[in-house]
Antibody, heavy 122, light 108 residues
Framework: EVQLVESGGGLVQPGGSLTLSCEAS????????MSWVRQAPGKGLEWVAV???????YYADSVKGRFTISRDNSKNTLYLQMNSLTTEDTAVYYC????????????????WGRGTLVTVSS | EIVLTQSPGTLSLSPGERATLSCRAS???????LAWYQQKPGQAPRLFMY???SRATDIPDRFSGSGSGTDFTLTISRLEPEDFAVYYC?????????FGQGTNLEIK
Protein backbone atom coordinates (compact mmCIF):
# COMPACT_ATOMS: atom_id res chain seq x y z
CA GLU A 1 0.00 0.00 0.00
CA VAL A 2 1.25 3.47 -0.86
CA GLN A 3 1.22 5.59 2.27
CA LEU A 4 3.01 8.07 4.49
CA VAL A 5 3.05 7.79 8.27
CA GLU A 6 4.28 10.70 10.40
CA SER A 7 5.50 10.47 13.98
CA GLY A 8 7.43 12.47 16.54
CA GLY A 9 4.96 15.17 17.45
CA GLY A 10 4.27 16.21 21.01
CA LEU A 11 4.42 19.00 23.55
CA VAL A 12 7.55 21.13 23.62
CA GLN A 13 8.44 24.35 25.42
CA PRO A 14 9.16 27.57 23.54
CA GLY A 15 12.76 27.60 22.42
CA GLY A 16 12.88 23.83 22.34
CA SER A 17 13.54 21.34 19.55
CA LEU A 18 11.72 18.41 18.02
CA THR A 19 12.33 16.06 15.11
CA LEU A 20 9.46 14.69 13.05
CA SER A 21 9.65 11.54 10.95
CA CYS A 22 7.65 10.45 7.93
CA GLU A 23 8.00 6.83 6.86
CA ALA A 24 7.00 6.04 3.31
CA SER A 25 5.81 2.73 1.94
CA UNK A 26 4.92 1.65 -1.57
CA UNK A 27 7.35 4.08 -3.20
CA UNK A 28 10.92 5.36 -2.77
CA UNK A 29 11.50 8.76 -1.19
CA UNK A 30 15.01 9.01 -2.58
CA UNK A 31 13.73 9.73 -6.09
CA UNK A 32 10.70 11.79 -5.09
CA UNK A 33 10.24 15.44 -4.18
CA MET A 34 8.86 15.49 -0.63
CA SER A 35 7.47 18.35 1.44
CA TRP A 36 6.23 19.20 4.90
CA VAL A 37 2.99 21.18 5.14
CA ARG A 38 1.50 22.38 8.41
CA GLN A 39 -1.91 23.44 9.66
CA ALA A 40 -2.35 25.48 12.80
CA PRO A 41 -5.45 24.59 14.87
CA GLY A 42 -8.57 25.75 13.05
CA LYS A 43 -6.50 27.38 10.32
CA GLY A 44 -5.49 26.77 6.72
CA LEU A 45 -2.54 25.02 5.15
CA GLU A 46 0.99 26.39 5.03
CA TRP A 47 3.82 24.85 3.05
CA VAL A 48 6.97 24.54 5.19
CA ALA A 49 9.83 22.87 3.33
CA VAL A 50 10.75 20.67 0.38
CA UNK A 51 13.51 18.15 -0.24
CA UNK A 52 14.32 17.69 -3.89
CA UNK A 53 16.18 14.74 -5.30
CA UNK A 54 19.91 15.39 -5.37
CA UNK A 55 19.94 17.00 -1.95
CA UNK A 56 18.59 20.47 -2.62
CA UNK A 57 16.21 21.89 -0.03
CA TYR A 58 14.00 24.97 0.16
CA TYR A 59 12.15 26.55 3.07
CA ALA A 60 9.33 28.93 3.81
CA ASP A 61 10.60 32.24 5.17
CA SER A 62 8.77 31.59 8.45
CA VAL A 63 11.01 28.60 9.27
CA LYS A 64 14.22 29.34 7.38
CA GLY A 65 17.26 28.97 9.60
CA ARG A 66 15.31 27.07 12.26
CA PHE A 67 14.00 23.96 10.47
CA THR A 68 15.95 21.36 8.49
CA ILE A 69 14.40 18.85 6.12
CA SER A 70 16.32 15.68 5.33
CA ARG A 71 15.84 12.07 4.38
CA ASP A 72 17.35 8.69 5.16
CA ASN A 73 17.09 6.66 2.00
CA SER A 74 18.01 3.43 3.77
CA LYS A 75 14.93 3.84 5.98
CA ASN A 76 12.77 5.37 3.23
CA THR A 77 12.02 8.17 5.70
CA LEU A 78 11.72 11.95 5.56
CA TYR A 79 12.57 14.11 8.58
CA LEU A 80 11.94 17.61 9.81
CA GLN A 81 14.26 18.88 12.52
CA MET A 82 12.72 21.89 14.25
CA ASN A 83 14.74 24.21 16.48
CA SER A 84 13.98 27.44 18.33
CA LEU A 85 10.29 26.62 18.35
CA THR A 86 7.72 29.30 19.12
CA THR A 87 4.01 29.15 19.84
CA GLU A 88 3.47 30.14 16.20
CA ASP A 89 4.81 26.71 15.19
CA THR A 90 1.96 24.89 16.92
CA ALA A 91 0.26 22.87 14.19
CA VAL A 92 -0.44 19.50 12.68
CA TYR A 93 2.51 18.70 10.45
CA TYR A 94 1.84 16.66 7.31
CA CYS A 95 4.38 15.16 5.00
CA UNK A 96 3.29 15.16 1.39
CA UNK A 97 4.53 13.79 -1.92
CA UNK A 98 4.83 16.00 -4.97
CA UNK A 99 2.98 14.78 -8.00
CA UNK A 100 5.02 13.20 -10.79
CA UNK A 101 3.47 13.60 -14.23
CA UNK A 102 5.03 12.87 -17.59
CA UNK A 103 8.45 12.60 -15.99
CA UNK A 104 8.25 15.95 -14.21
CA UNK A 105 7.49 16.86 -10.62
CA UNK A 106 4.88 19.50 -9.96
CA UNK A 107 4.61 21.41 -6.70
CA UNK A 108 1.23 20.03 -5.71
CA UNK A 109 0.62 16.98 -3.55
CA UNK A 110 -1.02 13.71 -4.49
CA UNK A 111 -0.26 11.79 -1.30
CA TRP A 112 -0.46 13.01 2.29
CA GLY A 113 0.17 11.41 5.63
CA ARG A 114 -2.33 11.69 8.48
CA GLY A 115 -0.21 14.24 10.27
CA THR A 116 1.42 14.63 13.67
CA LEU A 117 0.54 17.36 16.16
CA VAL A 118 3.22 19.67 17.51
CA THR A 119 2.22 21.84 20.44
CA VAL A 120 4.60 24.56 21.59
CA SER A 121 3.61 25.79 25.02
CA SER A 122 5.07 26.51 28.43
CA GLU B 1 4.49 35.31 -2.86
CA ILE B 2 1.09 34.81 -4.44
CA VAL B 3 -1.84 35.30 -2.07
CA LEU B 4 -4.96 33.25 -2.78
CA THR B 5 -8.33 34.48 -1.56
CA GLN B 6 -11.20 32.01 -1.49
CA SER B 7 -14.86 32.96 -1.44
CA PRO B 8 -17.22 32.52 0.13
CA GLY B 9 -15.74 31.57 3.48
CA THR B 10 -18.75 29.40 4.18
CA LEU B 11 -21.26 28.05 1.69
CA SER B 12 -24.50 26.51 2.97
CA LEU B 13 -26.29 24.31 0.47
CA SER B 14 -28.49 21.24 0.34
CA PRO B 15 -27.72 17.87 -1.26
CA GLY B 16 -28.60 17.97 -4.94
CA GLU B 17 -27.77 21.65 -5.31
CA ARG B 18 -24.94 23.13 -7.35
CA ALA B 19 -21.89 24.57 -5.57
CA THR B 20 -19.53 27.19 -6.96
CA LEU B 21 -16.31 27.93 -5.06
CA SER B 22 -14.02 30.76 -6.06
CA CYS B 23 -10.26 31.22 -5.73
CA ARG B 24 -8.68 34.55 -6.68
CA ALA B 25 -4.92 35.08 -6.92
CA SER B 26 -3.02 38.29 -6.20
CA UNK B 27 -0.92 37.67 -9.33
CA UNK B 28 -1.31 35.59 -12.45
CA UNK B 29 -0.95 31.87 -11.79
CA UNK B 30 1.34 30.67 -14.53
CA UNK B 31 0.31 27.80 -16.77
CA UNK B 32 -2.94 27.35 -14.83
CA UNK B 33 -0.93 25.68 -12.08
CA LEU B 34 -3.77 25.58 -9.60
CA ALA B 35 -4.91 22.64 -7.49
CA TRP B 36 -7.91 21.99 -5.27
CA TYR B 37 -8.02 19.82 -2.14
CA GLN B 38 -10.84 18.54 0.01
CA GLN B 39 -10.36 18.17 3.74
CA LYS B 40 -12.75 16.55 6.20
CA PRO B 41 -12.46 16.97 9.99
CA GLY B 42 -9.54 15.06 11.46
CA GLN B 43 -8.30 13.97 8.04
CA ALA B 44 -5.46 14.98 5.75
CA PRO B 45 -6.21 17.01 2.64
CA ARG B 46 -7.03 15.01 -0.47
CA LEU B 47 -6.11 16.13 -3.96
CA PHE B 48 -9.20 16.75 -6.10
CA MET B 49 -8.07 18.86 -9.02
CA TYR B 50 -4.83 20.01 -10.63
CA UNK B 51 -3.90 22.07 -13.64
CA UNK B 52 -7.06 24.06 -12.86
CA UNK B 53 -9.33 21.57 -14.61
CA SER B 54 -7.90 18.03 -14.42
CA ARG B 55 -9.55 15.69 -11.95
CA ALA B 56 -7.31 13.61 -9.72
CA THR B 57 -7.61 9.84 -9.52
CA ASP B 58 -11.06 8.56 -8.51
CA ILE B 59 -12.66 12.02 -8.33
CA PRO B 60 -16.21 11.87 -9.73
CA ASP B 61 -17.15 13.89 -12.77
CA ARG B 62 -19.65 16.01 -10.87
CA PHE B 63 -16.54 17.98 -9.86
CA SER B 64 -15.14 20.37 -12.45
CA GLY B 65 -12.55 23.11 -12.40
CA SER B 66 -12.09 26.15 -14.56
CA GLY B 67 -10.31 29.45 -14.79
CA SER B 68 -7.02 31.02 -15.72
CA GLY B 69 -4.91 34.02 -14.88
CA THR B 70 -6.08 35.15 -11.46
CA ASP B 71 -9.61 33.70 -11.24
CA PHE B 72 -10.40 30.04 -10.72
CA THR B 73 -13.56 28.12 -9.88
CA LEU B 74 -14.39 24.69 -8.51
CA THR B 75 -17.91 23.59 -9.37
CA ILE B 76 -19.81 20.66 -7.93
CA SER B 77 -22.76 20.05 -10.22
CA ARG B 78 -24.97 18.13 -7.83
CA LEU B 79 -23.96 17.86 -4.19
CA GLU B 80 -23.78 14.49 -2.53
CA PRO B 81 -23.69 14.12 1.29
CA GLU B 82 -19.99 13.15 1.19
CA ASP B 83 -19.05 16.40 -0.59
CA PHE B 84 -19.60 18.58 2.48
CA ALA B 85 -16.12 19.52 3.69
CA VAL B 86 -13.53 22.30 3.51
CA TYR B 87 -11.97 22.98 0.11
CA TYR B 88 -8.60 24.63 -0.39
CA CYS B 89 -7.03 25.97 -3.56
CA UNK B 90 -3.26 25.97 -4.00
CA UNK B 91 -1.07 27.60 -6.63
CA UNK B 92 2.14 25.91 -7.70
CA UNK B 93 3.22 28.12 -10.54
CA UNK B 94 5.45 30.27 -8.35
CA UNK B 95 7.57 29.50 -5.33
CA UNK B 96 6.69 29.24 -2.58
CA UNK B 97 3.51 27.27 -3.21
CA UNK B 98 0.62 28.92 -1.38
CA PHE B 99 -2.86 27.91 -0.27
CA GLY B 100 -6.10 29.78 0.04
CA GLN B 101 -7.75 30.07 3.45
CA GLY B 102 -10.45 27.56 2.54
CA THR B 103 -14.18 27.44 1.83
CA ASN B 104 -16.31 25.51 4.29
CA LEU B 105 -19.07 23.77 2.34
CA GLU B 106 -21.74 22.90 4.90
CA ILE B 107 -25.13 21.27 4.79
CA LYS B 108 -28.00 23.73 4.89
Amino acid sequence: EVQLVESGGGLVQPGGSLTLSCEASGFTVSNTYMSWVRQAPGKGLEWVAVAYTGGRTYYADSVKGRFTISRDNSKNTLYLQMNSLTTEDTAVYYCARECLRDGNFYFFFDLWGRGTLVTVSS
Amino acid sequence: EIVLTQSPGTLSLSPGERATLSCRASQTVSSRYLAWYQQKPGQAPRLFMYGASSRATDIPDRFSGSGSGTDFTLTISRLEPEDFAVYYCQQYGSSPPTFGQGTNLEIK
